[in-house]
């Protein structure tokens, strides 16, 4: 199409005849013009030429903003991926595949509705999820930096249960004779609180009073039961060892008369002997008394 100008000072014919000419040479006769356009002005028709090429010759392709692109026939469709997050491959015939790496970086964030599966088994990481089940990948033992909250926690047997009764926290044996071994020494602070067999208010509390320094209570390789200073019938002559106790194990006039049985006390539980005797007037022995001496 030749290009065609009106200057300044052309007349209304010259205006007049090289319109005609555009119109007649240039744009062409409308009349000639296929029957498969309908637009009636040259802009709508470049429009649907381009349509009609591209239904037939090519396709356009848009992207998530509704932004598109035209591919017209004889045209080549580049399909970039950015390093770890998308792979493109073109195979015989006219197939184009787009995938992952075997490593797939996300700059953002990733929000995944579902699951997020690898044959069953999901990995962040060096932390394995199957099923129910955690593990590490790499070792036999998981950390957890921040408090770490659950309803019930157990060992993998169930034998040891650390969970909550009413509004104490308990720990519990499920073994028969429900022992739990602390392999430890445990420290407690001033009490132990036992609740007997029968859960209601009434406790057995055993309190130390605060040491001033390291004390040791042993308790004896023996069947039996502990003596309070409350205790008023427990302690039987069956507890106490033969010559084991001596006169500064009682208080003065800690024994009194009503406890020793008649003839009890003879002259060999006396320290100092000493003999008394009753003479007649004849110097003979009428009565010997014995006595404790000095």
């Keep these: ?8 000072t052309d007349t209304l014919e010259t205006f007049r005849t090289t319109f005609n000419a555009l119109s007649q040479d240039d744009f062409g006769d409308i009349a000639n013009l296929s029957g498969a356009i309908s637009s009636t002005n040259l802009v709508d028709a470049m429009n649907e030429t381009i349509s009609i090429a591209t239904s037939t010759a090519g396709f356009t392709v848009a992207d998530d903003t509704s932004t598109t692109q035209i591919v017209g026939g004889g ?3 580049t399909v970039l991926g950015t390093a770890n997050q998308i792979q493109t491959t073109v195979t015989p015939t006219d197939t184009l595949t787009l995938s992952f790496p075997n490593d797939v970086t996300i700059s953002n964030d990733l929000t995944v509705t579902n699951n997020l599966n ?3 088994i999901s990995t962040l990481g060096t932390i394995e999820f ?5 593990r590490s990948t790499d070792s036999t033992r998981i950390n957890v930096n921040d408090v770490f909250r659950a309803n019930e926690l157990e060992t993998q047997d169930g034998l040891l249960k650390f969970d909550k009764i009413g509004a104490f ?3 519990q044996s499920t073994k028969a004779d429900n022992v739990v071994v602390f392999d430890a020494i445990p420290a407690f602070n001033a009490s132990i609180i036992f609740e007997g067999s029968t859960a209601d208010t009434n ?3 055993i309190t130390a009073t605060d040491p001033t320094a390291d004390r040791t209570i042993t308790i004896p390789d023996v069947d039996g039961a502990f003596v309070t200073t409350g205790d008023i019938g427990t302690i039987t002559s069956t507890m106490i060892a ?6 500064g194990d009682l208080a003065d ?6 406890k020793i049985a008649d003839d009890a006390v003879g002259q060999d539980q006396l320290k100092s002997v000493v003999n008394l005797q009753i003479l007649n007037s004849s110097g003979g022995v009428l009565k010997s008394l014995y006595g404790a001496g000095a």
Aim: charged share 15%; hydrophobic share 30%; proline share 3%.
């Design 1 to 8: 199409m030749a290009f065609k100008t009106i200057s300044q």
């Design 169 to 171: 926290p308990r720990i």
């Design 253 to 258: 006039d800690s024994i009194s008369e009503a």
């Design 130 to 134: 199957s099923g129910n089940t955690i």
């Design 118 to 120: 690898t044959n069953g």
């Design 242 to 247: 033969s010559g084991t106790l001596t006169g």
């Design 75 to 77: 045209e080549t469709l």
């Design 203 to 205: 406790e057995l509390t």
